[in-house]
């Protein structure tokens, strides 16, 4: 049960829908790029352990927050929060949690952006055959011949963010759920398909072990705050995007079945990259331990060069990579597209257009960041690692915080208990996670990043 509000953006046709528009927000560059090297870095199967446990304590009791707090308010984050807490009868202020939010998709989508214009490329460089029996100097050449180039990855950029204003600008029904509908089904036919021929490879076993046989000699204190991040960045969590996409969320879905779902998913794709990755650079001898965040670019295609039908196979692992990114961009661009139409009664088309311009023009500085102000930094950083450091590491997490606070503490029970519509028992679990162990969580993230203790 729900308020009766509706969203003067429409709503989603069905429960299935949203999850599978959630599912698509959540599945990106973080399932299938960070994921993989991630847990190379950090032991493999101990930090796929602990992982879950931060996806089922903190991500899960996190992402109901928001669909509950969006389909309340049923509006964009920064009206949803200003309406909830005006009724609840606290400050105003708590829109700023949605202003924050803003913000921080535009800092997402300038790298978001970029690396997803990587996937294009690579795409057309799958096709081309370049891969065919390259060594590690030349695909490395590869990567940094496309970096290096401002004129190339303008292009890509550019193509990669009229995509994402093409399906944004048509709305709810016409937009968002038609790209999902068809680009999700695609994406896991596509890694379903590379996991079945990764099982043929020699190196299948040995990824197994890798990905579930827990080793915990690796794990030290910062391993547990790194997989709280990554699961706060895999599950789209504290920029209001799920909260967005839960203010078009029908009043008679059950939100927890819903959120475990969109959970279950997410870290699916993220074992099975892992099981599509890991087994064909076992197989031809490389260890994921040496790739790093250049793991997919610069590793993998070393492998893909190697194997019978490698460049259709590396086409498919592009294209899979570069339709995961493009539907989590979706929904990085709608919250402020919603507010704009909300705040200035724009037409979706313009309201989509502006914040793709915005997105754009600040993506030019990430693209520069890479080559000619290569040597332009602040705090040490270039643009581009500025803006993944700001928004991944500190605004999402502070979001998060924000979100958890509020919906657990300053939320009127009656309000949540039936938006979540659980029983006593599941409600305070619910209530317990979203009070002390999520906020603990992301607190330890954020005193971590500030003042990097703990390694
Ligand atoms: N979850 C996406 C990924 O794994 C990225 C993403 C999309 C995101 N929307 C978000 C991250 C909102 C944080 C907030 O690649």
Redesign the pocket.
């Known amino acids: 049960m729900s308020a009766n509000r509706t969203s003067v953006h429409g709503q989603w046709s069905s429960r299935w829908i949203f999850i599978l528009a959630a599912t698509g927000?959540?599945?990106?560059?973080?399932?299938?790029?960070?994921?993989p090297y991630i847990t190379a870095e950090h032991g493999g199967g101990a930090f796929v352990l602990i992982y879950l446990v931060c996806i089922v304590l903190v991500g899960l009791p996190i992402m109901m927050s928001e669909i509950l707090l969006g389909r309340r308010g049923r509006r964009s984050p920064i009206h949803t929060m200003a309406a909830l807490a005006e009724e609840e009868g606290h400050s105003k202020h708590w829109r700023l949690v949605g202003v924050m939010?803003v913000f921080?998709?535009f800092f997402?989508l300038t790298f978001?952006s970029i690396v997803a214009g990587w996937t294009l490329a690579y795409m057309a460089r799958a096709v081309s055959g370049v891969f065919a029996d390259a060594s590690a100097q030349q695909t490395g050449a590869i990567f940094n011949a496309l970096v290096s180039d401002p004129e190339r990855l303008l292009a890509w950029h550019t193509i990669f963010m009229i995509m994402t204003v093409s399906v944004v600008s048509r709305g709810i029904k016409q937009g968002l759920e038609q790209a999902v509908r068809y680009l999700m089904p695609a994406l896991l036919l596509l890694l379903l398909l590379l996991v079945g021929y990764s099982m043929t490879t020699p190196g299948f076993a040995e990824a197994l072990s890798y990905l579930f046989k827990p080793d915990f000699s690796q794990v030290g204190a910062s391993t547990v705050l790194i997989a709280l991040g990554q699961a706060?960045?895999?599950?789209?969590?504290?920029?209001?995007?799920?909260m967005t996409y839960g203010s078009y969320l029908s009043g008679s879905a059950h939100i927890p079945r819903t959120t475990v779902s969109i959970g279950i998913m997410?870290t699916s794709v993220a074992l099975l990259a892992g099981l599509a990755i890991f087994p064909i650079m076992f197989s031809v001898g490389l260890h994921p331990h040496e790739g790093g965040p250049g793991l997919i670019f610069k590793i993998l295609p070393i492998a893909f060069g190697q194997m019978a039908y490698g460049n259709v196979l590396a086409f498919i692992f592009f294209t899979l990579l570069m339709f995961?990114?493009w539907t989590?961009?979706l929904?990085?661009l709608e919250p402020v597209t919603a507010w704009l139409v909300e705040k200035t009664g724009y037409s979706r088309l313009r309201a989509a257009i502006s914040a793709g311009v915005v997105a754009w023009a600040l993506g030019l500085g990430s693209l520069l960041s890479l080559n000619l102000w290569s040597e332009v930094t602040l705090f040490g950083m270039t643009f581009f690692d500025l803006m993944e450091h700001l928004?991944?590491n500190i605004m999402?997490p502070v979001g998060g915080l924000l979100i958890a606070v509020f919906a657990g503490w300053f939320m009127s029970r009656s309000a949540t208990s039936a938006e979540l519509g659980l029983g006593n028992g599941a409600y305070l679990a619910w209530k317990v996670a979203t009070r002390f162990i999520a906020p603990a969580g992301v607190i330890l993230i954020l005193l971590q990043e500030l003042f990097g203790f703990l390694g």
């Open positions: 927000s959540a599945v990106g560059l973080g399932n299938i790029w960070r994921f939010g921080a998709g997402i978001y706060f960045f895999s599950l789209s969590l504290g920029m209001g995007a799920i997410d995961a990114a989590s961009s929904s990085i928004s991944v999402l």
